[in-house]
């Protein structure tokens, strides 16, 4: 019988839970029930959890305290989209417990889950039944009903789990899109899975490891290395779109170029590559070899060293952030007066320390970030709380063409209270739309859809579906034009610019009031973004 969890066997416990996690990303992944590429549940529950594994394995001491400091700082620092944002906080409430704990028992485990289901909830503005937040729940319910049914800790962790899995085969009757779909809460069953891998350690079964330290963006603030550190100088991260990528081959053969701090992901046709070497040239000789290479990155560790020995002598009043995929789309964010861009959007989400590290680079005393992105707002909004010395002020664009709205909304003449004031509301202005393509067959929204159709979406909402790009597009922008006057599409990388044209062609036809722009944005998996003014 045991009567407590000491520090190691909590930090065994969440390391097993992780494996499992990793084990079954792509189980969970499969429960999304939107049909676009999108960055995927499982994928960024599991990145955000071994960020946590990476700082838990450094540990040199490990006691309570220590053991909630690296779960919770490690998870934070790695969390990727909602999914793992709010796991991230599920640690931080749960940490909060712990780290302050003389001994782990019944009593503390359960108020450690009330807390961690109180923290969740307060990061989400407006929490929805049939979530991760749900299953989170009914752990903690379980928890505080198991401390007194059970003499045992490992009795009331399985009835814990039990439970959870009770309500999560509920999640169905709670939110109509996974009942449609057939499916429960992908976040919920990542939730779950964790746990119960945590539980296979208790029962003395060894979950397979199912990720090495590559499968971490170990993404180290270069300000912070030392001269002595930097063995190879040449940064080199870019993202790869091509088909039939294989992680173990790509490390395998980049393993043949001489570097270190090598990091391989690979996910939905896209790779992204992240190395330190001496010869740059060679990965991206290989890397074209696999397919088109975007958002390519090297920099010059040693140059950056010396830059940053020299401290900037005027830091800026204030600066912008954004997040964008594609080189057009970087190209107009620069040119509309952005600082800095980080790389990401649709499958790549940033984590909170992309973020973080973006901002620094921005070297301002204020920040404006805009994450451009539904599920990278919640990572963003993380940052606020890192950097003590910038004021950072999030202005929640779920897409690019919002986030171009917001910087023509800022007024250098106005206070920067003023500015976010007007910028959010920048964001109602704008009506955003976007075409795609369906990864899956499914039923949502009325709409039956079978994979690899055109999808026309309004507002994150599917509006029209299609057999033709261009036709796609034309239904999407007739459903959505009211009266406004000014319709800007950016054309992605499946696209040419000569069916760009063309379609441009035909809307100044429909919509001769309006005026109709046309940008190369170079993203991948939309074909366009649009926006309606």
């Known amino acids: 019988m045991r009567d407590y969890f000491d520090a190691s066997q909590l930090k065994a416990m969440f390391i097993a839970g992780a494996n499992n996690l990793a084990a079954n990303k792509e189980m969970i992944n499969n429960l999304n029930v939107f049909p676009v590429p999108d960055g995927d549940t499982g994928t960024n529950m599991s990145l955000t959890v071994m960020a946590a594994v990476k700082e838990l394995e450094n ?15 490690g998870a934070l620092m790695g969390a990727r989209g909602n999914s793992g944002v709010i796991l991230s906080q599920i640690f931080r409430g749960f940490s909060a417990v712990v780290g302050e704990a003389s001994v782990i028992d019944k009593e503390i485990l359960a108020e450690a889950t009330k807390h961690a289901v ?97 499968e971490v963006v170990d993404i180290k603030d270069h300000n912070e290395l030392r001269e002595e550190d930097i063995v190879y100088p040449y940064c080199t991260e870019l993202f790869i779109k091509g088909i039939n990528l294989q992680r173990e081959i790509i490390i395998h053969e980049l393993s043949k170029i001489e570097g270190d701090s090598m990091v391989v992901v690979v996910q939905e046709g896209v790779a992204k590559i992240h190395m330190h070497s001496d010869e740059p040239g060679k990965i991206l000789e290989y890397a074209v070899s696999l397919g088109s290479l975007h958002d390519i990155k090297i920099e010059n560790m040693r140059e950056q060293f010396e830059n940053q020995r020299k401290k900037p002598e005027n830091i800026k009043e204030y600066g912008f952030l954004c997040v964008a995929a594609g080189d057009g789309l970087k190209e107009i964010a620069k040119s509309m007066g952005v600082d800095h861009i980080v790389a990401g959007g649709q499958t790549m989400n940033p984590s909170t320390e992309d973020i973080v590290a973006g901002i620094k680079e921005v070297h301002a005393k204020t920040v404006f970030v805009l994450p451009n992105n539904k599920n990278i707002i919640m990572a963003a909004e993380q940052s606020v709380h890192l950097l003590q010395d910038v004021d950072i002020r999030v202005i929640p664009s779920r897409s690019f063409a919002q ?53 026309g979406l309004a507002e994150g909402k599917i509006e029209i579906t299609g057999e033709s790009i261009q036709e796609t597009t034309i239904d999407l922008i007739e459903k959505v034009v009211e009266d406004q006057e000014i319709i800007t599409l950016y054309y992605g990388e499946d696209v040419n610019q000569e069916e760009a044209n063309q379609l441009v062609k035909l809307l100044e036809e429909t919509y001769e009031e309006a005026e109709i722009e046309l940008y190369y944005g170079g993203q991948p998996l939309y074909y366009y973004l649009i926006s309606i003014e």
């Open 59 to 73: 540990l040199k001491e490990l006691n309570y305290k220590d053991f909630a400091k690296a779960l919770s700082m």
């Open 403 to 455: 986030g171009m709205a917001t910087l023509i909304a800022f007024n250098p003449a106005a206070s920067f209270d003023e500015n976010e004031t007007s910028m959010k509301d920048a964001l109602k202005e704008v009506v955003s739309a976007e075409v795609t393509y369906a990864v899956r067959d499914t039923e949502f929204d009325g709409h039956t859809i079978k994979e690899g159709e055109i999808l």
């Open 118 to 214: 109180e923290i969740a909830y307060k990061a989400v503005i407006k929490p929805v039944e049939g979530t991760i937040l749900t299953v989170m729940r009914a752990l903690s319910d379980a928890a505080e009903t198991a401390k007194d049914k059970f003499d045992d800790m490992d009795e009331m962790f399985s009835y814990m789990i039990s439970e959870g899995y009770k309500v999560l085969d509920k999640t169905p009757d709670m939110l109509p899109a996974l009942k449609q779909a057939n499916v429960v809460d992908a976040g919920g069953m990542g939730l779950m899975v964790l746990m119960q891998g945590a539980e296979a350690y208790l029962r003395g079964v060894e979950i397979e490891t199912t990720y090495d330290a590559a």
